[in-house]
């Protein structure tokens, strides 16, 4: 079983709807969690950090369930400019990142 | 900003040649990482340092050797190109504690080994 893992999508919406994906993780022992978000052809950056109470940004919501070892990403009102692949990211121990293969979102005018 | 700067944007060398990738950092971050991304595959970990003169190495290091004499700077190297090592790079960096602070990642290098 793969360390980190994402629905590789994609999934595409029409503007102004909501969004979610989730990402499970292997290892119980996981610390850190962060969403990525990378556009084609450029590098990955740091959308937000998940707390295990769940945080908000804006139109962005992230859950932790560390019972089930799953993250998710809720996008509301989307808009075209969220087309994007959002990568899951995992820290277990040290100061190294793993990451999932990433879900491809495209948002349709 | 913290800014992470990579080499090359895009670089082709042959099969067998000694490839350099260079990777520089601004903002005197103790940690620094390479990557490569493939389709399907995602990020893997191929080295990473946290001090100067000091490396360890990730997931998949055969094929590969890093070089860190100076704080700012990581270098990779592919010390004989083979076609499987085309692929793009990514160089990032992070302050002491990467679960406060993130990566920031360089803008990446495609290699193409022919």
């Known amino acids: 079983r793969k360390e980190v893992e994402q629905d590789p999508g994609p999934f595409n919406v029409p503007e102004g709807a909501t969004v979610a994906f989730n990402c499970t993780y292997s290892?119980?022992?996981?610390?850190?969690f962060f969403w990525y978000r990378q556009d084609c052809r450029k590098e990955p950056k740091l959308l937000m950090s998940?707390?295990?109470s769940g945080n908000e940004d804006g139109r962005f919501t992230a859950q932790l369930n560390r019972a089930s070892q799953y993250i998710s990403l809720l996008i509301r009102d989307s808009k075209l400019s969220d087309s994007a692949t959002y990568l899951c990211?995992?820290?277990?121990?040290?100061?190294?990142?793993?990451f999932g293969p990433g879900t491809r979102l495209s948002v349709l005018p | 900003d913290v800014k992470v700067t990579q080499s090359s944007r895009y670089l082709v060398k042959r099969t067998g040649e000694k490839v350099f990738l260079e990777c520089v950092q601004d903002?005197?971050?103790?940690?620094m990482f390479w990557y490569r991304q493939d389709p399907g595959l995602g990020l893997r970990l191929i080295y990473f340092?946290?001090?100067?003169?000091?490396?360890e190495k990730g997931d998949i290091p055969e094929g590969y050797s890093v070089s860190r004499e100076k704080k700012e700077r990581f270098s990779l190297i592919l010390e004989s190109a083979s076609t499987n090592q085309t692929s793009m790079y990514l160089c990032?960096?992070?302050?002491?504690?990467?679960?406060?602070?993130?990566?920031?990642f360089g803008s990446g290098t495609r290699l193409t080994v022919v």
């Open positions: 340092s946290y001090d100067v003169k000091m490396k």
């Open positions: 998940v707390y295990s």
């Open positions: 903002m005197d971050h103790e940690n």
């Open positions: 990032a960096s992070s302050k002491g504690t990467v679960r406060t602070y993130g990566y920031t």
């Open positions: 290892n119980s022992a996981s610390q850190s």
């Open positions: 990211v995992v820290n277990n121990y040290g100061q190294n990142f793993v």
